[in-house]
């Protein structure tokens, strides 16, 4: 795992970059339907909109959407948070390719700007890895990260790295990984478990 393994697990909102409304209208939305999620980039997002003393509108219908992202009613309007895929500007892959997240914000189907955010890798990261190496342990980042932000953590541990994957994706890749040799599986989220289940150590 990526995200609270390898790096901090406290990502930071990087840029805000609204489309047609302010930064603050536009972190404002994002942070109404992230409020109370216990997932890292959406803790990050409040942060961002309670350190700039925003006042964070409650949410309706907070509904998560596996694999693709969360919504909710605010103010009478559904709003989407999603990968930002579902976002086409071309900043997106400068953003990625420099090892950050994308967020894409959509109201009623209105695409109405993008958050960046970005983690840091722990201090020992790389010495732990360097350490796994020198004992000819082969490593894998699974994620669920996109690839340009996967590849730029991965570059810097020198690892191999499956990226955009699904708690069900981990499962099967730590299953597959397995059948070749026993594996161990390090994670930190309630959705690592599945797959650290399925190593010979998680």
């Known amino acids: 795992d990526k995200t609270g393994t390898l790096t901090v697990g406290k990502p930071q909102v990087t840029g805000v970059y609204p489309q047609d409304i302010s930064e603050d209208a536009l972190l404002t939305l994002d942070a109404a339907v992230e409020q109370g999620s216990t997932q890292p980039l959406a803790q990050a997002i409040v942060r961002e ?13 907070q509904r998560a959407l596996v694999g693709s992202g969360i919504e909710a009613v605010v103010e009478g309007k559904k709003v989407l948070i999603a990968a930002a895929g579902a976002f086409p500007n071309p900043q997106v892959e400068a953003l990625e390719q420099a090892g950050q997240t994308v967020v894409a914000v959509m109201q009623d189907g ?3 700007g993008m958050l960046a955010l970005r983690d ?5 990261a790389k010495d732990a890895v360097d350490a796994l190496h020198r004992l000819g342990v082969q490593g894998v980042i699974l994620t669920g990260d996109n690839p340009r932000a996967a590849a730029a953590i991965a570059g810097e541990l020198g690892l191999e790295f499956k990226a955009g994957l699904l708690p069900a994706d981990k499962v099967s890749a730590v299953t597959e990984l397995n059948g070749h040799a026993p594996l161990a599986m390090v994670g930190d989220g309630i959705n690592d478990a599945p797959a650290m289940k399925a190593s010979t150590i998680g």
């Open 49 to 61: 909109a309670k350190g700039r003393g925003l006042t964070i509108p409650p949410a309706t219908a």
């Open 110 to 112: 209105v695409p109405m």
């Open 120 to 124: 840091t890798l722990r201090d020992d």
